[in-house]
């Protein structure tokens, strides 16, 4: 397996060695020809290369992460099944814990790397990996290939009906979205925007396009339903003045979060060497109110923005670009 370098060399050197391990790892990881396509394997791949770089400046948030998690678990009246939706990466699931606690743990992903799945189900016998995407939609997408237009792309995701793996579909007393719902849309985005000229919003819309269905969906399952994500992402300057923001999620597409806090995703030198990137977090139970998605997508999105963001040379818009897959920072 290849690992990334650690090193006192010079940033360059440490980058293009990082840049040069994620190149052999992603060869040797077996993957679905679309997904590997798309990008879902180089983005988990560089995932895990930030998160070992930026580890304490992650933890908070993990920790804030398993701790919602828990509490979720102890609101259910049954302990049956548990099923964590984006569980791949689980350095934010609680297993141990779950395992102890439930009789089936299911961790669900698009994309399961092999040493995450032989980790996790090492824990203990309950704990059980399952490959699902929660859109439902990106494999039939590949195979369509990247002529849609944008509004038949982002009605593809708006409309979208993901099937849960037989015998989960009634049996899960707590389904956790864990730190997915913003990121459904953007890979797909990506992929689409090299096919074809397409609107400078039209990955922004996608994405809160995405991220609406998923809730939507989310409100159709048994049990309790946790939603961790980010509704919002903040370019901080070294001063904590704010430099930038966008918004995926209103204040009226959610409910007041049971907890909230910040993540700094990216600390400098990360991405820029002189701001910050940090997602804006909470953590929803989901069910007390009835979710009313809004009728004029693209029309929200504007009224959300409190800054200008129609043009790409946005720090935000290029952040969005490269937060996920962009493993030099």
Known sequence: MVREVA?????????????????????????????????????QLAIEARYRRNHA????????????????????TQHRTVLILGGGLINDVPLAELAACFQRVILADI????????????VAPNITCVD???????????????????????????????????????GC???????LASQLGYLPAKWLAKGRHRDDDFSLRLRRAAALR?????????????LIGDRALVVRALDESEAEREVLLGEGDLEPPRDSWVWRFAP???WDRHHHLELEVGAYILGSRSFQPPD???????NQLPVDFSSRKTKTSFAFSHIFSNVSG
């Not at 090193?7 to 052999?24: E, Q, T």
């Not at 995450?116 to 189900?121: D, L, P, T, V």
């Not at 998923?214 to 946790?226: A, F, N």
């Open 132 to 170: 699902f995407d929660c859109t439902g939609v990106v494999e039939a997408l590949y195979q369509e290939g990247k002529a849609h237009d944008d509004a038949a792309a982002i009605r593809l995701f708006r409309h979208a009906s993901p099937c849960l793996p037989r015998g989960l579909a009634s």
């Open 111 to 122: 994309l399961h790397l092999p040493r995450n799945r032989r980790k996790a189900e090492a």
């Open 7 to 43: 090193c006192d060399a010079p940033l360059f050197f440490c980058c293009i060695m990082s840049l040069i391990g994620l190149w052999l790892e992603s060869l040797l990881t077996p993957c679905p020809r679309y997904l590997r396509r798309m990008g879902f394997l180089r983005e």
């Open 296 to 302: 004029d997508l693209k029309g929200t999105l504007k």
């Open 173 to 179: 007393d707590l389904t956790v979205s864990l730190n």
């Open 57 to 76: 400046s992650w933890e908070p948030h993990l920790t804030r992460s398993r701790a919602a998690i828990l509490a979720a678990a102890d609101a259910c």
């Open 214 to 226: 998923h809730l939507e969906w989310l409100q159709d399952v048994p049990g309790v339903r946790l």
């Open 268 to 270: 400098v030198p990360e």
